[in-house]
């Protein structure tokens, strides 16, 4: 059996997966003074980070304390499906090749139920901890790796090895969420254990005080009692997105269904100081938005969200509305201009009609 030792720092890190959001993280991770290795199933990703940032090759999972999955959860040929496939075929990697006790921490986001699916698959011999990312390409400086993120650990001492390695300030984390029995790995010695302990004998503090003198990537973290709340969170994260994004594309339409300037009447709700009406722009996309609601929509065992499935047919609407007025030769512009306000009407009237949205 695996000792859990407190004393035990993490050196050597390998990041799966070096797409818009892996090569950040190595870049970060790197610049953190670890000894940073990268893997990816494109080999120009690779090169380029090894290129860019010197993030060194790696073959195989063997020697790595610490392995950060980033690969894509989206079906290769619809980036608005979730799959997970890929990153199971990479914990079929590790399961095969990392050594007992390793640190695996989940940045991809996934769906609920996918970090427990991975411990199982590791037989229990390695923590697994989901850190997932509110990771922004446009504004990196300030919603880049490092900002407030979620952890949650499959057991108490998977949570406490990722706080460890992620903030490194662990005494106000008192989360204890509930510890797997079955472990190949020492699973029992849990934050739970610590946090006990800590309350009752002065000992217990020292061992903190050296948890916080390690090495860790300094990210402030808020930990959660159970894996599935992590994995939530991400999710339902963007699925808010999308409920108010399409809102405002419900308002665009309404607007040009009622022959209302939208772009005025934004304005005006937005001076409230608890409102704010987004633009709906070119409709709902990118790779994550999309994919991350239909996690969440699929997550529920009982109901589904009945909101969100009406957000997703107004992100239909809304596309097909622009589509057919993109057509008329407005150049993708929201705005429509050179037509009456009688055609716009018609228009809006009749994909309204058809998607029988009153
Ligand atoms: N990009 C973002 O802004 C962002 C923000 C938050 C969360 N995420 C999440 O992060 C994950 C990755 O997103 P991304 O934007 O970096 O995607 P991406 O497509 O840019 O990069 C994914 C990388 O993973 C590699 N890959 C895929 N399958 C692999 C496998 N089996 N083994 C090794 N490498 C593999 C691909 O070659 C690619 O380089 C997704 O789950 C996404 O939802 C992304």
């Not at 989360?175 to 079955?182: C, D, H």
């Amino acid at each position: 059996m695996y000792n859990y030792n407190y004393e035990k720092n993490y050196d050597k890190v390998v990041i799966i997966g070096l797409g818009q959001l892996g090569l950040p993280v190595a870049k970060y991770v790197k610049e953190h003074g670890f000894d940073t290795y990268g893997y990816d199933i494109n080999q120009k990703a690779m090169q380029s980070a090894e290129s860019k940032y010197g993030i060194k090759p790696a073959t195989n999972f063997g020697d790595f304390d610490v392995l950060i999955i980033c690969v894509s959860t989206h079906r290769p040929d619809d980036m608005f499906s979730p799959q997970v496939e890929g990153l199971m075929s990479v914990v079929e990697k590790i399961s095969r090749e990392a050594k007992t006790g390793a640190l695996i921490s989940i940045e991809s986001t996934i769906p609920k139920g996918t970090s427990k699916r991975v411990f199982e698959k590791l037989d229990h011999r390695l923590h697994v901890v989901h850190a997932p990312h509110r990771w922004y390409a446009l504004e990196e400086d300030i919603h880049g790796v490092n900002q407030l993120r979620i952890i949650g650990g499959v057991s108490s001492c998977c949570l406490q090895h990722g706080l460890n390695f992620y903030d490194g300030r662990l005494e106000d984390k008192a989360i204890l969420p509930s510890s797997s029995s079955s472990s190949m790995v020492d699973h029992s010695l849990s934050v739970a254990t610590t946090l006990e302990a800590k309350s009752k004998t002065k000992s217990s503090s020292s061992i903190t005080t050296k948890l916080n003198k390690k090495r860790s990537l300094g990210i402030p973290m808020h930990p959660v009692s159970s894996v599935e709340v992590a994995e939530l969170t991400k999710i339902i994260e963007n699925a808010h997105r999308y409920l108010q994004i399409s809102f405002a594309e419900e308002l665009y339409l309404y607007c040009k269904g009622n022959g209302i300037s939208f772009p005025e009447l934004r304005e005006s709700l937005n001076t409230k100081w608890n409102v704010e009406i987004l633009e709906p722009r070119d409709g709902i996309g990118g790779h994550c938005l999309p994919k991350d609601t239909k996690m969440f929509i699929n997550s529920s065992n009982t109901i589904k969200s009945k909101i969100l499935q009406a957000a997703m047919e107004i992100d239909e609407d809304y596309r097909e509305y622009i589509q057919s007025r993109d057509k008329n030769g407005n150049n993708g512009s929201l705005t429509l201009r050179g037509k009456s306000r009688g055609e716009t009407e018609k228009e809006t009237e009749q994909i309204l009609c058809s998607r029988k949205i009153k």
